[in-house]
């Protein structure tokens, strides 16, 4: 399976700022995925994002509040902007390996105060 | 589309004791489906999958879960807990067709007791 990292691994923000999560992967990948999971509760597919095309957003989720890159087959960036006390979460990418298993990252713990 | 229901948020066993977490899925077509573990202020490990083949899959730490199609169930069991299972347990299912969407349960919290 893959080796996934993401950066950085916990922050605390102000509301109204903006922080962008990287996910990097240590072998090319087709599809990659990004999850909300709130407190307590279970994994939203907020998009998945391919190399060389727009990301494709999930119902609920929209490109100017969570902007994707995916500049090439290792790398993926997930901004979260205009942040408030709601966005506070857990942000985890993932990639897909054989069989449409995929793999998670350890995830970006979020605090908008 | 897919679903997956996951009974019991929270299950409490003894230290030797069996573990079961239920899950059940509703699906058109033949599923893929996964289980993984989410340990405190760590991502998502994958416990097991059923992809095809053997209904009865093996996985790492000791678990294993059965596909019974009748059922439209994928429950997961370990035979003896050990205080390091204490995590939380989610069932995810996909569909073996083009759709890559993953869908997961709600998650059950498995407390071990000693």
Redesign the interface.
């Known amino acids: 399976s893959a080796v996934i990292s993401q950066k950085p691994s916990r922050d605390i923000c102000q509301r109204g700022t903006s922080l962008t999560i990287q996910c990097q992967v240590d072998s090319q990948v087709t599809m990659m995925f990004w999850y909300r999971q709130q407190p307590g509760q279970s994994l939203t597919l907020i998009a998945t994002a391919n190399q060389g095309s727009e990301a494709t957003y999930e119902s609920g989720f929209v490109i100017d509040k969570f902007p994707i890159s995916r500049p090439n087959l290792t790398f993926s960036t997930l901004t979260v902007s205009n942040m408030s006390p709601e966005d506070s979460s857990i942000y985890l990418c993932s990639v897909e390996g054989q069989r449409k298993t995929q793999y998670f990252g350890p995830g970006t713990r979020l605090l908008v105060l | 589309a897919q679903s997956v229901t996951q009974l019991g948020s929270h299950v409490s066993v003894s230290e030797g004791a069996l573990v079961l977490l239920r899950c059940n899925y509703s699906s058109s077509v033949p599923p893929?489906l996964?289980w993984?573990v989410q340990y405190p202020?760590?991502?998502?490990?994958?416990l097991l999958?059923y992809?095809t083949g053997a209904t009865l899959v093996k996985g790492i730490n000791g678990f294993e879960a059965e596909f019974k199609k009748s059922e439209t169930s994928f429950h997961l069991t370990k035979p003896s807990a050990h205080m390091s299972d204490a995590a939380e347990y989610?069932c995810a299912v996909?569909l073996?067709g083009s759709a890559?969407?993953?869908t997961?349960?709600?998650?059950t919290q498995l407390t071990v007791l000693p």
């Open positions: 893929y996964f993984y202020n760590q991502g998502l490990q994958l999958k992809t989610f996909t073996s890559r969407q993953l997961f349960g709600s998650g």
